[in-house]
T-cell receptor
Framework: QQQVKQSPQSLIVQKGGISIINCAYE??????FPWYQQFPGKGPALLIA?????SEKKEGRFTISFNKSAKQFSLHIMDSQPGDSATYFC?????????FGPGTRLSVLP | GAGVSQSPSNKVTEKGKDVELRCDPI?????LYWYRQRLGQGLEFLIY????????KSGLPSDRFSAERTGESVSTLTIQRTQQEDSAVYLC?????????????FGPGTRLTVT
């Protein structure tokens, strides 16, 4: 019930390509779904987040797609750049509880 | 404004010694969390504090781990009789008051190495 599944574990994309990371949850009490980006040696940084009453949220090259009925959400990174190479964590929350996915290591090749 | 700060940034200690890690959350954030992250791994929840409520200690791995928080301010994570398996980055995060549906804001972490 509290688990958040995330895939793939690692992802390699060419510069300019689209990176897609998927997450799934079980607990319908979750009402906030943030994504975090973590560079080596740094703490995770809040990247973008969505509430379950919308199906999509876009901020620059980053888009969250949310499917409430399937209890799935995904992060799309358009025009991926080498600077996007990092580990990405999805999370699901009903405040103050946060449950994190295991992370996806993204490498964008130049 | 100022983000979450943690100190020290790095700590090397001998096996069996006690260590204290400090976290200063963002001012006004009522919730504070501690996580452990081993090299190349995900975030392992340890404990969280929310206002005056009893802390959720469900993630603490053993009784060698404890944490305190002063009001809605600084928190310290204490590890007693450190073991080599305690080597990891310890991350602190804070989150605003309930009803704001906000995420967590992480500090840079303390890298603990037990020799």
């Amino acid at each position: 019930q509290q688990q958040v599944k995330q895939s793939p574990q690692s992802l390699i994309v060419q510069k300019g390509g689209i990176s897609i990371i998927n997450c799934a949850y079980e607990n319908t009490a979750f009402d906030y779904f943030p994504w975090y980006q973590q560079f080596p040696g740094k703490g995770p940084a809040l990247l973008i987040a969505i509430r379950p009453d919308v199906s999509e949220k876009k901020e620059g090259r980053f888009t969250i797609s949310f499917n409430k009925s399937a209890k799935q959400f995904s992060l799309h990174i358009m025009d991926s750049q080498p600077g996007d190479s990092a580990t990405y964590f999805c999370a699901a929350s009903y405040w103050p509880n946060f449950v994190f996915g295991p992370g996806t290591r993204l490498s964008v090749l130049p | 404004g100022a983000g979450v700060s943690q100190s020290p940034s790095n700590k090397v200690t001998e096996k069996g010694k006690d260590v204290e890690l400090r976290c200063d959350p963002i001012s006004g954030h009522t919730a504070l969390y501690w996580y452990r992250q081993r090299l190349g791994q995900g975030l392992e929840f340890l404990i969280y504090f929310q206002g005056n409520s009893a802390p959720d200690k469900s993630g603490l791995p053993s009784d060698r781990f404890s944490a305190e928080r002063t009001g809605e301010s600084v928190s310290t994570l204490t590890i007693q009789r450190t073991q080599q398996e305690d080597s990891a980055v310890y991350l602190c995060a804070s989150s605003p008051a309930p009803g704001q549906r906000a995420g967590q804001y992480f500090g840079p972490g303390t890298r603990l190495t037990v020799t």
